[in-house]
């Protein structure tokens, strides 16, 4: 009887301790993540298995729980959510920060759309209002300093509109090209990329044909299929193409690919012979020499120590 009573207290205390490891196994289930499955255990899932992946938490936002100000699409511009306007006057919205004004403006905007009434509605065409008429007293005061500078901003001298300007700039540029053609014909040449049976070759040849009689420069056309050394130097593949090259050095400048006008020609031509000769760079490569020093060469203005913005 002993015996019979000993067994039954061991398995009554073998059953609460199976229960007690069964329920402790399943909190640690629940707190520790289960692994993703091994690729070997995936491997044939295609594309119908795909599963979304968890959705990100937004992280809080820094400013006050109580602000209604929220950051809008640019970094700078704050939006007003439902902005009242009864606490502005006309000079306090005329005189908001750019980044300010466009807020309230939005905020205003969707505020009208959400709840199209009349003082709403009323509310933005005013804003929108005050928004035109800030530009364009921003735009007669630009006009205002302008024409008082208008040695430094204005480029009619250089680049005049006018059509007797135009044409007089017209002709002093296509002086400027002409003459520095003419005077590099000496220790500049031309090299004329042709292949075999290349139709656009002897449209460019007979433009060429004039450049010749004009300026008076030797020009050779050089088949790529015979003379593949040559080609390969300048990395031909295409026909027709020109390359310049100096007399003396190592340089050399592409001229054009494929067919080009004269007046192309003559003008790409000019900037290469200048770029060659070391009288421009990169940033000043379509500057005419006639406009060095003005509003159209970007280097003028690092040239002087003059500040313009310094009360005079």
Same mark, same amino acid.
């Given at each position: ?64 729980? #109580? ?7 640019? &970094? ?5 959510? #439902? ?11 005329? #005189?908001?920060?750019? *980044? ?10 969707? @505020?009208?759309?959400? $709840?199209?009434?009349? @003082?709403? !509605? ?28 208008? *040695? ?7 680049? &005049?509109?006018?059509? &007797?300007? !135009? ?7 296509? @002086?400027?090209?002409?003459? $520095? ?21 002897? @449209? ?16 050779? &056309? ?12 300048? #990395?031909? $593949? ?50 005419? *020499? ?23």
């Amino acid at each position: 009887m002993v015996a019979g009573f000993s067994n039954r207290i061991i398995g009554s205390w073998l059953c609460c301790w199976l229960l007690v490891l069964t329920m402790t196994t399943k909190v640690l289930a629940e707190e520790i993540p289960s692994p993703e499955p091994a690729f070997y255990e995936t491997s044939k899932e295609g594309w119908f298995w795909y599963h979304d992946p968890p959705p990100e938490v937004p992280e809080e936002s820094a400013s006050p729980k #109580n602000s209604t100000i929220t950051r809008e699409a640019g &970094p700078k511009v704050f939006e007003t959510k #439902n902005p009242s306007m009864d606490k502005y006057t006309i000079h306090d919205i005329w #005189n908001l920060h750019p *980044d300010e004004f466009q807020g309230l403006l939005n905020g205003v905007q969707k @505020k009208a759309v959400q $709840t199209p009434n009349e @003082k709403n !509605i009323l509310e933005y065409l005013i804003m929108q209002d005050v928004a035109r008429r800030k530009a364009l007293a921003y735009a007669n005061a630009t006009k205002f300093v302008t024409q008082k500078y208008s *040695d430094k901003f204005n480029i009619n001298q250089v680049y &005049p509109t006018t059509t &007797p300007g !135009i044409s007089a700039r017209v002709q002093e540029q296509q @002086k400027e090209i002409s003459s $520095t053609i003419l005077a590099a014909r000496e220790d500049h040449a031309l090299l004329f990329f042709v292949g075999q049976g290349c139709g656009f070759c002897d @449209k460019q040849a007979a433009i060429l044909t004039y450049f010749v009689e004009k300026y008076g420069w030797q020009i050779k &056309p050089i088949d790529i299929g015979q003379h593949t050394t040559l080609a390969a130097r300048f #990395n031909i $593949t295409t026909t027709p193409t020109m390359i310049l090259i100096k007399d003396g050095t190592e340089q050399f400048m592409p001229i054009s690919v494929g067919v080009v006008a004269q007046s192309d020609l003559e003008r790409k031509l000019y900037q290469a012979i200048r770029y060659l000769g070391g009288e421009t760079s990169i940033d000043t490569f379509q500057t005419y *020499d006639y406009q060095k020093g003005g509003a159209l060469d970007p280097n003028a203005i690092l040239e002087t120590e003059e500040q313009p913005w310094r009360e005079r």
